[in-house]
Structure formats: C-alpha cells, structure tokens
C-alpha cells in the first residue's frame, strides 16, 4: 500500500470511530419532581447497543456526581466501556449522574453517606428506572460499584415494590456497610476482587454480604470473584488498583454479562 493509501486509511479509521462513539450516546435529562421542591432534572447518559437484550443503569460511587452529561460527547469508559463492547448478550447502558454531592465532607462513616439513603435520591432511582423501561421495553439491571452499591442496597430497602421494577441488581465492589434488610426475590450478583486492599470494601464484606442475603432472598444469588489485574504502588486503594478492576475490567465485564445473561434467557 502506497504511503498515500495507508493515510487515506487511517483517516477513514479515524473518522469511523469518531462517528461510531458519538452517535450512539443520548442526554437525557429526565424531569423530576420531589416533594413541595422546585420541579429539577436527573442527569442521565445513555449508550445503545443495536440489538440489545437488556438495559445496565449504572450508580457510580464515589461522590455520585461527575458532571458527565456536561461533556460534549460522553463515551463509556471504565467498566461500562467493556460492557458496552459486549457481545453476547448485547447491552444498553446507562450512566446516571447526579447535580449534587451524594457524599459529606465530614462524619463518621455511616453519616457521610447518608444522602445514598434519602428518600430523594432513591426516588432518583425510581424516576430512572422508570424512564428508560417505557422508552426501551427491555429488563432492567441496576449495576452500582462501591458507594454506589449502597444506593442499591437502600434502593432494594426502602418498600418491597421496588424489587418489582428491576430485572436484577449487581452490587460490585460493595462497601462494607452494604445490607439488604428485605426479603426479596431477585436475581442478585455480588462481584467483588478477591484481592480488594481498599479497608471499606473488603472481600470479607462482599461473602457477608452474600450470606446475608442468600438467607431473605427466595431467588440467585452468586457470589464472583475478579482475580486478575493488579494494584498501583503509589495509588490511593479507595480509587485505584484491585477495587477499580486494574488491567481486569474485562473480566469483571464477563462476570456480569454472563449473570445477565442467565437471566434474561431464563
């Protein structure tokens, strides 16, 4: 190939996956109304997949605010980046963002996190699921990774009706804070990294938290370990390494397509 044509080619490369990664996401800002409040919005990006069988909605930890529907052309990155390349089966996603902080400067552990329990950001919750089942028909998984799987856990705990709503839940990374209080009947992954340094998400947290609800749910519940990747000597645990799915992501992605997979195909 002559100098000319290979540049030609990495020209139209380059054009393909431009066009290829900003055509398939979607800003939704999606009304919501809470109490005597002003009426506001829930930030949400959405990712299709031509074909797809099921929806991820992703609850992010951390501060559970990111600004991502800001950016001018959001791509799934991180886990959902592996998801989204899945094949089989096929995946839309969802990142649903937050306006505000979800995590207070001070206080002790069970304070800091305690807006992941108001009745507002699980009404949140609700409002999202809600959304994107009218708009795509299809089952509905909740994906939430470290604080974010708290969100589920109160998700799951504030009224036995909310269960009904979901296809499924994938609590990754848990804190160790994280506990179902219901009983409940719902496919249930606890994916964890066996090797998870981070002190408020260890892997004797995630088999606990596999027991307990093992005990009050009458569906599957599997436990899966990542045991791949590798941690980063100088990187802070909480937001790195083994707990972030370092040089493992794919694996973590394979764990949670083939759970979503034996549920949907049941």
């Known amino acids: 190939m002559s100098a000319g044509g290979a540049l030609l080619k990495k020209l139209l490369l380059a054009i393909f996956f431009t066009l290829s990664g900003s055509a398939n996401a979607e800003i939704n800002l999606i009304s919501f109304q809470f109490g005597q409040e002003n009426p506001s919005t829930i930030p949400t990006v959405y990712w299709t ?10 609850l992010p930890g951390g501060s559970g605010s990111f600004g991502v529907t800001k950016k001018p052309d959001p791509k799934p990155n991180w886990l959902l980046a592996s998801l989204h390349r899945s094949q089989d089966p096929l995946l839309d996603l969802v990142f649903m963002d937050s306006h505000y902080s979800l995590q207070a400067d001070s206080g002790d552990s069970y304070s800091r996190w305690s807006a992941r329990r108001e009745a507002q950001h699980l009404e949140q919750i ?12 299809k089952p509905v998984f909740l994906l939430g990774h470290s604080n974010g799987s708290l969100s589920i856990a ?43 340094p981070n002190r408020w998400t260890t892997p004797s947290s995630a088999d606990q938290l596999s027991t ?3 005990k009050i749910n009458s569906s599957n519940t599997d436990l899966r370990w990542v045991e791949g990747g590798k941690d980063i000597p100088w990187g802070d645990p909480t937001h790195s390494g083994r707990h972030m799915y370092n040089e493992a992501l794919d694996e973590a992605a394979k764990l949670i397509e083939n759970f979503i997979k034996e549920v949907v195909n049941k």
Do not use: M
């Open 49 to 58: 997949n031509p074909g797809s069988k099921a929806l991820v909605i992703f």
């Open 126 to 137: 609700k409002t999202v699921v809600s959304f994107y089942q009218k708009k795509t028909g």
């Open 154 to 196: 109160e998700f799951l705990n504030q009224t036995p009706d909310n269960q009904k709503l979901v296809a499924g839940v994938i609590f990754s990374g848990s804190r160790n804070e994280t506990l179902v209080k219901q009983n409940i009947s719902l496919p249930v992954l606890i994916l964890h990294h066996k090797s998870d």
């Open 212 to 214: 307990s609800i093992k």
